[in-house]
T-cell receptor
Framework: EADIYQTPRYLVIGTGKKITLECSQT?????MYWYQQDPGMELHLIHY???????EKGDLSSESTVSRIRTEHFPLTLESARPSHTSQYLC?????????FGPGTRLTVT | KQEVTQIPAALSVPEGENLVLNCSFT??????LQWFRQDPGKGLTSLLL?????REQTSGRLNASLDKSSGRSTLYIAASQPGDSATYLC?????????FGAGTTVTVRA
């Protein structure tokens, strides 16, 4: 079944740790995106990719980095987590017309 | 920069009443507009996609209209049910990126 997956779904981690949020899609989409959403607030695009070896920063400045080595995989990394990184992170991929979202990762940095 | 506004921010109605959710955007040069549903702490589920050349789309009890020249879209939900309680997000596509509104949080009272 074609879908988009994110792991972990929930993560509580201490300040200073390095973390990687995983995102994979089985729909063969070239375009993938990462959004950040604080509770009750709107989504902000932080990274996107239009294909393998292509990554761009989004509208909202973020200390995270991304990589796109395989079409189906678009991981997001925080080298040193801080409490200000506490948020929900949503991954998406798109066909020519429509975007599809994963279930999200809720990150809490203590 | 595209600005997307959703009014009202919150709405509470008794079961059975029709819902009208509004979305406006500042730049009418869009490729399409998507309406999403988001349940608390979850990802986004695509409800309807309207191409820029279309005036409306329907799916079951949902109907969305688009007036690109005036920068407006409306989502109608007929005969609301408690299961319709969620946050509804409007997003417009420029190039391959989406700009989101802050959403309308709907509560349907049984």
């Amino acid at each position: 079944e074609a879908d988009i997956y994110q792991t972990p779904r929930y993560l509580v981690i201490g300040t200073g740790k390095k973390i990687t949020l995983e995102c994979s899609q089985t729909m063969g989409h070239d375009k993938m995106y990462w959004y950040q959403q604080d509770p009750g607030m709107e989504l902000h695009l932080i990274h996107y990719s239009y294909g393998v070896n292509s990554t761009e920063k989004g509208d909202l400045s973020s200390e995270s980095t991304v990589s796109r080595i395989r079409t189906e995989h678009f991981p997001l990394t925080l080298e040193s987590a801080r409490p200000s990184h506490t948020s929900q992170y949503l991954c998406a991929s798109s066909s020519y017309h429509e975007q599809y979202f994963g279930p999200g990762t809720r990150l809490t940095v203590t | 920069k595209q600005e997307v506004t959703q009014i009202p921010a919150a709405l509470s109605v008794p079961e059975g009443e029709n819902l009208v959710l509004n979305c406006s955007f500042t730049d009418s040069a869009i490729y399409n507009l998507q309406w999403f549903r988001q349940d608390p702490g979850k990802g986004l589920t695509s409800l309807l996609l309207i191409q820029s050349s279309q005036r409306e789309q329907t799916s079951g009890r949902l109907n969305a209209s688009l007036d690109k020249s005036s920068g407006r879209s409306t989502l109608y939900i007929a005969a609301s049910q408690p299961g319709d309680s969620a946050t509804y997000l409007c997003a417009v596509r420029d190039d391959y990126k989406l700009s989101f509104g802050a959403g309308t949080t709907v509560t349907v009272r049984a």
